[in-house]
Antibody, heavy 115, light 112 residues
Framework: EVQLVESGGGLVQPGRSMKLSCAASGFTFSDYYMAWVRQAPKKGLEWVASISYEGSSTYYGDSVKGRFTISRDNAKSTLYLQMNSLRSEDTATYYC????????WGQGVMVTVSS | DIVMTQGALPNPVPSGESASITCRSSKSLVYKDGKTYLNWFLQRPGQSPQLLTYWTSTRASGVSERFSGSGSGTYFTLKISRVRAEDAGVYYCQQVREYPLTFGSGTKLEIK
């Protein structure tokens, strides 16, 4: 059974950093691109970033480019999102997902950016 | 960036009736391999999004035949036949033809 389990969320002050993790199981992690998608409270879905099989290629949404870094450790079957210079508008539930079909999603982890 | 525009539904929809949700893209979603890279998702309250269809009209594993996707180029439709209470939630279309990947703003379905 495919499982994606996010962790690392919580409350953080504006301007600070936070790192999210997504532990994958039930499939060969290195065979798939991976992605982060977020959803602000009561809002729609926003794609954040994607990463290629070995991590050599990364792609970012304009709102996070230069501040967030997506990475992966295939030996640990784990996806990461390093978030720097956090802003209040980054407050959202962050989902780990398996693209290009986005057929599997994690349960999401809440990140609240507030002083 | 490709902008995805979704239509609204005349909520609430009576149980047993059909509902159609439209999605328009600002650019053709046909890729050079001939596939059209349009996904549909349902997000039930308090849950993660669930893939319904991909490549415009291919149903995801385990998805009811009551859900059918259609369309081409820049205009797409998700039809839900014989709606049930469990179909309530927000439906999103998403283009995965090119980066940045983009979603529609969502269409809420309420069941009567």
């Amino acid at each position: 059974e495919v499982q994606l389990v996010e962790s690392g969320g919580g409350l953080v002050q504006p301007g600070r950093s936070m790192k999210l993790s997504c532990a994958a199981s039930g499939f060969t992690f290195s065979d798939y691109y991976m992605a982060w998608v977020r959803q602000a409270p009561k809002k729609g879905l926003e794609w954040v970033a994607s990463i290629s099989y070995e991590g050599s290629s990364t792609y970012y949404g304009d709102s996070v480019k230069g501040r967030f870094t997506i990475s992966r450790d295939n030996a640990k079957s784990t996806l990461y999102l390093q978030m720097n210079s956090l802003r209040s508008e980054d407050t959202a539930t962050y989902y780990c997902a398996r693209p290009g079909l986005f057929d599997y999603w994690g349960q999401g982890v809440m990140v609240t950016v507030s002083s | 960036d490709i902008v995805m525009t979704q239509g609204a539904l005349p909520n609430p929809v009576p149980s047993g009736e059909s509902a159609s949700i439209t999605c328009r893209s600002s650019k053709s979603l046909v890729y050079k391999d001939g596939k059209t890279y349009l996904n549909w998702f349902l997000q039930r309250p308090g849950q993660s999004p669930q893939l319904l269809t991909y490549w415009t009209s291919t149903r995801a594993s385990g998805v009811s035949e009551r859900f059918s996707g259609s369309g081409s180029g820049t205009y797409f439709t998700l039809k839900i036949s014989r709606v049930r209470a469990e179909d309530a939630g927000v439906y999103y279309c998403q283009q995965v033809r090119e980066y940045p990947l983009t979603f529609g703003s969502g269409t809420k379905l309420e069941i009567k």
